[in-house]
């Protein structure tokens, strides 16, 4: 009997083999990573071992003469099966065989192909960190910065080693120096100023990208919007040498051409004390005549988030306007109600009428919700992660 399973355990093996080598070029998953320079070594989650089965579909289905649609579909279901039934082993399967493909079709330049098996795989698994990096490594290809761009801070967001998030900050750098040098070798100065507001929003704790904002706006002679981007940044041990140098120079310049007396200097911007939490900051910020909440600064949050615990015990003042909408958690998609608070102020920066989502955290009991770019893109606005202090500018 234990030779007989023996022998059917073996030819379950070979057929596995055969069928991964038949279906996926026989290339392993740490192969497929190896070989991407701009990526490698990719996996964040785990790095998977060379002897981890790539086939999504058992052997005895005929899954290489279904089209590739429909393969997609099938791998994409398996995982959101194996979600369901919490089977690690299975997720992971699957998980491997979707990446493992899309790097064969970013390889055979059939980008269309990996944007496709990417961007479904990402509905099922949002917060997967080497699908996002390899959606980017796609857009970079097509000399899509932007998009690509927006997919590494995707990734950025979700990762948690040092060292990847090292990887991807570094590699955030060297995409957006490349859209730069695009646009000022195109001389479209205008797009070098919709780069800078973009990533100064996108990453407000990096003041270097302030710096830059600030000479392209001098580039178009907004000396008054440049003097707010360098004042956000005077303090910064990096770049505050060269910011109040800049300053200098511009309200020099400013009092030359208007009138002395009537000359208003930038000055140091004031800031609002924000609380660390790990990597992240919490802020202190005031409804209209209710108790304060202690929000968690999401730059990725489209809308800013209430729990219904903040709704219910701060006394806040809002109107239901009968719509939901999809919010992205650490368990997929979940629909949540929109209400709009009457105003909402963090020091003496304030938004009337703000549209939040009423939306549980999971149990994070320390904060009320979420600060995000509803409210935040209203301003110009730098965290000082030395002062600890949340700076805000008009826009």
Same mark, same amino acid.
């Given at each position: 009997?234990?030779?007989?399973?023996?022998l059917?355990?073996?030819?379950?093996?070979?057929?596995?083999?055969w069928?991964?080598?038949?279906?996926?070029?026989?290339?392993?998953t740490?192969?497929?990573?190896?070989?991407?320079?701009?990526?490698?070594p990719?996996?964040?989650?785990?790095?998977?071992?060379?002897?981890?089965?790539?086939?999504?579909?058992s052997p005895?289905n005929?899954?290489?003469?279904?089209?590739?649609?429909?393969?997609?579909?099938?791998?994409?279901?398996?995982?959101?099966?194996?979600?369901?039934?919490? /089977?690690?082993?299975a997720?992971?399967?699957?998980?491997?065989?979707v990446?493992?493909? #899309?790097?064969?079709r970013?390889?055979?330049?059939d980008?269309v192909a990996?944007?496709?098996?990417?961007?479904?795989?990402?509905?099922?698994?949002?917060?997967?960190?080497?699908?996002?990096?390899?959606?980017?490594?796609?857009?970079?290809?097509?000399?899509?910065?932007?998009?690509?761009?927006?997919?590494?801070?995707?990734?950025?967001?979700?990762?948690?080693?040092?060292?990847?998030?090292?990887?991807?900050?570094?590699r955030?750098?060297?995409?957006?120096?490349?859209?730069?040098?695009?646009?000022?070798? /195109?001389?479209?100065t205008?797009?070098?100023?919709?780069?800078?507001?973009?990533?100064?929003?996108?990453?407000?704790?990096?003041?270097?990208?302030?710096?830059?904002?600030a000479i392209?706006?001098?580039?178009?002679?907004?000396?008054?919007?440049?003097?707010?981007?360098l004042?956000?940044?005077?303090?910064?041990?990096?770049?505050?040498?060269?910011?109040?140098?800049?300053?200098?120079?511009?309200?020099?310049?400013?009092?030359?051409?208007?009138?002395?007396?009537?000359?208003?200097l930038?000055?140091?911007v #004031?800031g609002?004390p924000?609380i660390?939490?790990?990597?992240?900051?919490?802020v202190?910020?005031?409804?209209?005549?209710?108790?304060?909440?202690?929000?968690?600064?999401?730059?990725?949050?489209?809308?800013?988030?209430?729990?219904?615990? #903040?709704?219910?015990?701060?006394?806040?003042?809002?109107?239901?306007?009968?719509?939901?909408?999809?919010?992205?958690?650490?368990?997929?998609?979940?629909?949540?109600?929109?209400y709009?608070?009457?105003?909402?102020?963090?020091?003496?920066?304030?938004?009337?009428?703000?549209?939040?989502?009423?939306?549980?955290?999971?149990?994070?009991?320390e904060?009320?919700?979420?600060?995000?770019?509803?409210?935040?893109?209203?301003?110009?606005?730098?965290?000082d992660?030395n002062?600890?202090?949340?700076?805000?500018?008009?826009?």
């Amino acid at each position: 009997m234990k030779l007989t399973t023996l022998l059917l355990t073996l030819l379950a093996g070979l057929l596995l083999g055969w069928f991964a080598h038949k279906h996926w070029g026989a290339v392993t998953t740490s192969q497929a990573v190896s070989e991407y320079p701009a990526l490698a070594p990719a996996y964040e989650n785990r790095q998977p071992s060379t002897q981890d089965s790539l086939a999504i579909i058992s052997p005895g289905n005929t899954v290489s003469t279904l089209p590739q649609r429909d393969t997609l579909a099938a791998a994409v279901e398996r995982y959101e099966l194996s979600q369901a039934r919490a /089977d690690s082993a299975a997720m992971q399967q699957a998980r491997d065989a979707v990446l493992l493909y #899309a790097q064969q079709r970013i390889r055979a330049g059939d980008y269309v192909a990996a944007v496709e098996w990417l961007q479904r795989f990402l509905q099922a698994s949002y917060r997967d960190v080497d699908a996002r990096l390899l959606l980017a490594e796609v857009f970079y290809r097509q000399q899509d910065y932007r998009d690509a761009i927006a997919q590494l801070y995707e990734a950025k967001a979700h990762a948690f080693r040092p060292e990847m998030l090292t990887r991807i900050t570094r590699r955030i750098r060297d995409v957006v120096g490349e859209q730069a040098r695009k646009y000022s070798e /195109d001389q479209n100065t205008a797009g070098l100023l919709q780069l800078f507001q973009h990533v100064t929003q996108l990453e407000p704790d990096y003041a270097a990208y302030f710096i830059e904002l600030a000479i392209v706006q001098l580039a178009l002679e907004d000396r008054d919007a440049a003097q707010r981007s360098l004042s956000l940044v005077i303090n910064d041990p990096d770049v505050g040498e060269q910011a109040r140098a800049m300053l200098a120079t511009v309200q020099q310049t400013a009092i030359v051409i208007a009138d002395p007396d009537q000359a208003t200097l930038a000055t140091e911007v #004031a800031g609002v004390p924000l609380i660390r939490s790990g990597h992240h900051f919490l802020v202190d910020v005031n409804p209209a005549d209710a108790e304060s909440l202690r929000l968690l600064i999401d730059t990725g949050a489209s809308m800013t988030i209430l729990t219904p615990e #903040a709704l219910q015990q701060r006394g806040l003042r809002y109107r239901q306007t009968g719509r939901s909408r999809l919010f992205s958690t650490a368990n997929g998609q979940v629909r949540a109600p929109v209400y709009i608070l009457e105003s909402l102020s963090v020091g003496d920066w304030y938004i009337q009428q703000l549209e939040v989502g009423i939306l549980d955290l999971g149990g994070q009991a320390e904060i009320d919700g979420l600060l995000g770019m509803n409210f935040l893109s209203h301003f110009r606005f730098f965290i000082d992660q030395n002062e600890s202090m949340l700076r805000l500018s008009l826009n």
